[in-house]
């Protein structure tokens, strides 16, 4: 197999807004509509209707219920729309998802909480039924689930250059216990073994050298300008100005200036770990 068919084959799987849209365009195409007419049944633009059958809009529940009104499929849309909710993917989170996947480099800073992409299982679930105390265990688990399927990424022939810093409160915050911290730190130096991940530790002696700053990611492509995300807690946004994403760099500069060396984040991971451990 040859690097092009290998690429191919590891290209990766639609995301839930995108599958709920070709299922979407499916069945109008099969009842004979056009988008116009969907869009008239359901009380929608056929802007609207385009948008939603490309992926590109998170379908509202009262769009997803006049499709089933239109199509006789008996809740079917109404269903898949509600299991968008309950997986790890917020429609304000799932654009980012996209460009993550097809990064060359990303850049993070993590200000509080582990990267969503290098948490254990335990950790995840711990920051999910903290997040979401009355949510049905089940529901976590699917969340816990999605998260985990963003590894995948690194299981790419030519996977993503992930370099991170973690400020120290981030591996100081007993998430799920000591016995789960542990595990996740241990799962930290485990992932800067990897040749394509670099982990530097933003240490509390740094001052106000990250202060001002939440967590953001930075994302870097091959055929395309770096995207600066930037999450809050009702909700993250993407920018792709020159300026803003110059800002950002200007900064993850700083941060890594201030940061312990390589070698010096890994020594206070081991340290933490075996203290979490007697």
């Known amino acids: 197999m040859d690097e092009t068919e ?13 599958r709920f849209g070709a299922d979407v365009k499916r069945v109008r195409l099969g009842r004979g509509l056009a988008q116009k007419n969907l869009g008239r049944a359901t009380g929608y633009s056929e802007a609207y209707v385009c948008l939603v059958e490309s992926g590109k809009k998170m379908p509202s529940m009262r769009f997803a219920e006049g499709c089933d009104v239109a199509f006789g499929t008996n809740g079917l849309f109404a269903g898949l729309r509600k299991r968008i909710e309950e997986e790890d993917h917020a429609s304000w989170f799932l654009p980012y998802l996209e460009l993550e996947r097809k990064a060359s480099r990303i850049l993070d800073y993590s200000a509080n909480l582990v ?26 688990d699917g969340k816990v689930r999605s998260r985990l399927q963003r590894r995948q990424i690194f299981e790419r022939s030519q996977p993503p250059e992930l370099w991170i810093i973690l400020h120290e409160g981030c591996l100081r915050t007993l998430v799920g216990g000591a016995e789960v911290m542990a595990e996740q730190l241990d799962h930290l130096l485990a992932a800067a073994d990897s040749p394509q991940i670099d982990l530097q530790v933003l240490p509390f002696s740094a001052g106000a050298a990250a202060e001002h700053l939440m967590s953001y990611t930075l994302l870097a492509f091959r055929d395309r300008d770096m995207t600066l995300y930037s999450g809050t807690p009702r909700g993250g946004r993407l920018y792709d100005s020159a300026g803003t994403v110059a800002w950002a760099l200007d900064n993850y500069d700083r941060l890594r200036a201030n940061a312990l060396s390589l070698g010096e984040s890994r020594s206070l ?8 451990r007697r």
């Open 115 to 140: 990267k969503g992409l290098l948490q254990t299982e335990r950790y995840a679930q711990a920051i999910y039924r903290a997040a979401h105390p009355r949510t049905d265990p089940k529901v976590i």
């Open 269 to 276: 991971i081991e340290s933490l770990s075996k203290e979490l």
């Open 6 to 18: 290998s690429e191919k084959t590891l290209t990766p799987p639609p995301n839930p807004l995108q």
